[in-house]
C-alpha cells in the first residue's frame, strides 16, 4: 500500500490525495501572510518525497503527515507558518476532544457547535441512554427514509442513487431538513412536520379537542399556530349552561401551561403561535396580554390586521368589532388608538407582532379550500386549518463559486440542481409521513405544501462583500428568492406530470394560472433555521450576524470564542488580525468601534443591531416578493430605539407588501437567549463583558433555542 494510502485516526485506510497536503500548507500561509502558490507547491513536493522514503512499505498515518509537514515548514524558513501549523493541529486536536467527550466519532469533520446539537438533540440513542449512531449514518438513515417513497415511481437502481443524492447533499451541508425530519425519519415515531395550524372551535370540547391535537403535535417535535378569532368574547353568554364566556385570552392561558409539561419529543420545548383578530371584541386584553410577567411565555402573540383596519389606520377612522358567536357588530373603536397600542406593547415586550390576514388570503393558491386564520409559531408558514408543512433549508455558502479573480458570485448552476433535488425530498416526507391525527393527513395531502428556503445569506453576502443594509443586498435577495421560486415550481411542475398534482389543485390558483401540473400547492418558505443552521454551521436564515466575535456555551463550564470565519480570513488577509482583538469585538459582538478594523471592512461586516430598521424591513420584503408562503424575519432594534421607530417599521411592512412583521427590542424582554456583553455586564469584572450564546442558537430567532421552524 505505501503511500497509495493513509491511515486515519480511527484505523481505517483513506486514499492518500497530495492535493490536501497542498491545501493544508496554503491555509497554514494563509493565517499569517498572503499565500504563495508556487512557494506552496515547493514545500508540499518536499513533504511527499520525504514521505516516499520513510513509507514504501506501511502507509502513514495522519499524524505522521503532520509532523513531515511542519518539518518541511521549518527547513524551508516559514518559521511563523510553521507556528501557526502546530497551532492549527492543536485546536483540530482540541476539537477532536471535545467530540469525544460528547460521545461522538464524527468523520464528517463537522464543527463543535454542529455536534453538540446533533448529540443532544438528534442522534438515536439505545434504551440506556448510549449514542448508537454517528451524523453520518443520521443523514444515511434520513436519506433511506425519504426514498421509500419512490419505489412506486422508480426502478431499484435509481433509488439507490437517489439515497446517495440525498445523502449527499445533507452530508456535504448543501441542505438541511426541518428538525422532526432529522429526528424521527426511520424512527417509529415517524412524524416528519415542522409546521401544525390547528382549529380552536367556539366550544367546550372543541377547544380541548384542540388542546389534546396540540400535546400530540408538540410531544412529536412540531410547533402549532391558532387563531382564537372563533371564540366567544370574554363576558358573552354561554347559553349550554347560562353561564359567562371567559375569552379567547383565558383559553390561551390553558394551551400555555399544557406547553410548559409537555417536552417535544423529549428533546425540546414546544412553541405556539396565537393570533388574534383585529375586530375580535377581547382585541385589547390580548395585545395586553404578555405584560403579564410569565403569562404566554410559550407564545408568540400576533394580530390579524384586516385591510379594513389598516385602511381606517391610515385615514384616522372608527373601525367595528363583532361578535364571532353571532356577527353582530359589539361597538366601534378609534382604529390609530388600537394601532398606537400594538406599537407601544410591541416596544414594551415584543409582542404582538402582525399578520395582514387579508393579504395571506389573496395569496392563498388553494382559496378554493377556504380561509386561512394564523400560520405557525414563527409566522412564515400560513395553513388553512388541520394543514401542516415540512420545512428544508439551502445553504447559500455552498452554492458559492470563485471567479478567475478569485471573487465569489452565486453558481446558479448547482443552486438549480439543488433546488430540484430538494423539493423532491421534501415532497417525499409527505408521503413518508406518520401524521399524529387523520385531519391532519387528509389535509396535508390534500394540499402538498413543502417549504424550501435558504440559510447563510448574511454568509454568503459577506463572502461576495456586499453590505447587508444595501442596495446591491436587495437585488441580491431579490434575485436568490426569484431564481429559487422559478425553479422550485419547475421542479413541483415535472413531479405533478411523474406522480399527479396535489388533491386540491382544481380550482386553485394553479389552475387558474393555466398550469397543467402541480404536485404542490406551495414550494417556498423563509424559515428561521434556528438549529440546522448551526449543524450546516452558517448564519440562520435571511437574518444578518448576531455578532461577529463572542462566547458560545458548548458544554457544562466549556466556553469558546467563536469568530466569524469570514471575517477572521479577511482579518488575517488584510494583516489586521489578532487575537487580542476578536477578544475585544466580543464585549460588543460589533467592529465598528474597533480601531484596527478598516473602513471597508466595518461598512460590509455589520451586525443584527449595526443595521437600520427599515433595511431589516426591506430585505423581508425582498424575499417575500418570491415566496409562495411567508418569510421569518426579526426587525431588530437596539435598547434606545422609539416607539416610533417601531410604529415607522409596522407601517413599511404594511407598505412593502410583506404578509406579517416581527419586531424585537434588546432588552424589551426579561430573559433572551442571546446577550450583548457591554450592554448585559457593565457592572462587571471586565473578563465577564463578553457577548454569549448557548450552544443551540444561530440567531434572533424569537424562540431563541426552541425556534420551532427547523
Not at 497542498?22 to 514521505?51: C, N, W
Not at 513531515?68 to 482540541?94: F, N, P
Not at 396580554?289 to 389598516?310: E, Q, W, Y
Amino acid at each position: 500500500m505505501s503511500l497509495t494510502h493513509v491511515r486515519k485516526r480511527d484505523g481505517r485506510l483513506e486514499k492518500f490525495d497530495p492535493q490536501r497536503i497542498s491545501s493544508a500548507i496554503t491555509k497554514a500561509f494563509m493565517a499569517i501572510k498572503a499565500p504563495d502558490g508556487e512557494r506552496s507547491k515547493a514545500i508540499a513536493q518536499d513533504v511527499i518525497t520525504e514521505l516516499k522514503a520513510h513509507f514504501s512499505t506501511e502507509p502513514p498515518s495522519v499524524e505522521e503527515i503532520q509532523d513531515i509537514v511542519e518539518k518541511a515548514l521549518m527547513r524551508a524558513g516559514e518559521t511563523d507558518v510553521a507556528k501557526a501549523y502546530m497551532l492549527y493541529r492543536q485546536k483540530r486536536a482540541e476539537v477532536r476532544a471535545i467530540k469525544r467527550a460528547l460521545g461522538v466519532t464524527d468523520e464528517l469533520k463537522l464543527s463543535i457547535n454542529a455536534v453538540t446539537v446533533l448529540q443532544r438533540r438528534y442522534l438515536l440513542r439505545d434504551d440506556q441512554g448510549n449514542i448508537k449512531e454517528m451524523p453520518a449514518q443520521l443523514f444515511r438513515r434520513v436519506a433511506r427514509s425519504m426514498t421509500m417513497p419512490d419505489k412506486r415511481w422508480l426502478r431499484s437502481n435509481e433509488v439507490s442513487k437517489l439515497e446517495d443524492r440525498f445523502y449527499e447533499m445533507m452530508a456535504k451541508l448543501e441542505f438541511v431538513p426541518n428538525t422532526p425530519t432529522l429526528m424521527n425519519a426511520g424512527t417509529p415515531l415517524g412524524q416528519l412536520s415542522a409546521c401544525f395550524v390547528i382549529p380552536v372551535e367556539d366550544s367546550l370540547a372543541g377547544i380541548f379537542d384542540a388542546l389534546k391535537a396540540t400535546a400530540l403535535i408538540q410531544q412529536s417535535g412540531g410547533g402549532t399556530g391558532f387563531s382564537f378569532s372563533r371564540l366567544r368574547p370574554k363576558g358573552d353568554i354561554v347559553r349550554s349552561t347560562k353561564g359567562i364566556a371567559s375569552g379567547p385570552v383565558t383559553f390561551m392561558g390553558i394551551f400555555d401551561e399544557a406547553t410548559n409539561v409537555i417536552k417535544q419529543g423529549g428533546k425540546r420545548r414546544g412553541a405556539n403561535m396565537g393570533i388574534l383578530r383585529v375586530d375580535h371584541p377581547d382585541i385589547i386584553e390580548f395585545i395586553t396580554a404578555k405584560s403579564r410577567p410569565g403569562f404566554l411565555s410559550n407564545f408568540n402573540i400576533s394580530v390579524a390586521a384586516t385591510d379594513k383596519f389598516m385602511d381606517a389606520v391610515e385615514k384616522d377612522k372608527d373601525y367595528e368589532l363583532v361578535n364571532p358567536r353571532n356577527g353582530e357588530v359589539t361597538r366601534k373603536m378609534p382604529a390609530r388608538e388600537v394601532w398606537d397600542l400594538i406599537i407601544d406593547y410591541a416596544w414594551r415586550t415584543g409582542d404582538p407582532g402582525l399578520i395582514f390576514i387579508d393579504r395571506i388570503n389573496k395569496l392563498n393558491p388553494t382559496s378554493n379550500v377556504g380561509l386561512i386564520e394564523a400560520t405557525n409559531p414563527c409566522g412564515e408558514q400560513p395553513l388553512h386549518p388541520w394543514d401542516s408543512c415540512n420545512l428544508g433549508s439551502i445553504s447559500l455558502p455552498k452554492m458559492l463559486k470563485q471567479d478567475k479573480q478569485g471573487k465569489w458570485e452565486m453558481d446558479w448552476d448547482k443552486l438549480k440542481e439543488t433546488v430540484h433535488r430538494s423539493v423532491r425530498f421534501l415532497d417525499n416526507v409527505i408521503d413518508a409521513n406518520k401524521y399524529p391525527l387523520p385531519e391532519i393527513a387528509a389535509m396535508t395531502r390534500s394540499n402538498r405544501r413543502i417549504g424550501l428556503g435558504v440559510m447563510g445569506f448574511a454568509d454568503a453576502l459577506l463572502m461576495m462583500g456586499i453590505p447587508y443594509d444595501s442596495e446591491p443586498a436587495l437585488k441580491m435577495g431579490t434575485e436568490i428568492a426569484k431564481f429559487v421560486e422559478e425553479e422550485g415550481h419547475k421542479a413541483s411542475q415535472a413531479l405533478g406530470k411523474e406522480k399527479g398534482s396535489f388533491p386540491n389543485f382544481k380550482g386553485s390558483l394553479w389552475e387558474k394560472k393555466g398550469y397543467r401540473w402541480m404536485r404542490n400547492a406551495t414550494v417556498t418558505t423563509i424559515a428561521p433555521t434556528g438549529t440546522i443552521s448551526i449543524i450546516a454551521g452558517v448564519s440562520s436564515g435571511i437574518e444578518p450576524l448576531f455578532a461577529v466575535s463572542f462566547v458560545r456555551n458548548v458544554l457544562e463550564g466549556t466556553k469558546l470564542l467563536e469568530v466569524n470565519s469570514i471575517f477572521e480570513r479577511v482579518a488575517k488577509e488584510r494583516g489586521f488580525y489578532s487575537p487580542e482583538m476578536m477578544h475585544e469585538i466580543a464585549k460588543s459582538g460589533s467592529v465598528q468601534k474597533i480601531k484596527e478594523v478598516p473602513a471597508d471592512v466595518k461598512k460590509v461586516f455589520k451586525t443584527a443591531l449595526d443595521i437600520a430598521p427599515e433595511w431589516h424591513v426591506k430585505m423581508q420584503a425582498a424575499w417575500q416578493r418570491y415566496c409562495d408562503n411567508a418569510v421569518s424575519k426579526t426587525i431588530n432594534f437596539p435598547p434606545d430605539a422609539t416607539k416610533e421607530d417601531v410604529r415607522k417599521a409596522y407601517q413599511l411592512a404594511w407598505k412593502l407588501g410583506n404578509k406579517g412583521i416581527t419586531i424585537y427590542r434588546y432588552g424589551s424582554k426579561p430573559e433572551q437567549v442571546l446577550y450583548i456583553g457591554e450592554i448585559e455586564t457593565r457592572e462587571k469584572p471586565e473578563a465577564e463583558k463578553l457577548t454569549q450564546a448557548p450552544a443551540e442558537t444561530a440567531g434572533w430567532c424569537p424562540f431563541g433555542q426552541h425556534c420551532p421552524a427547523t
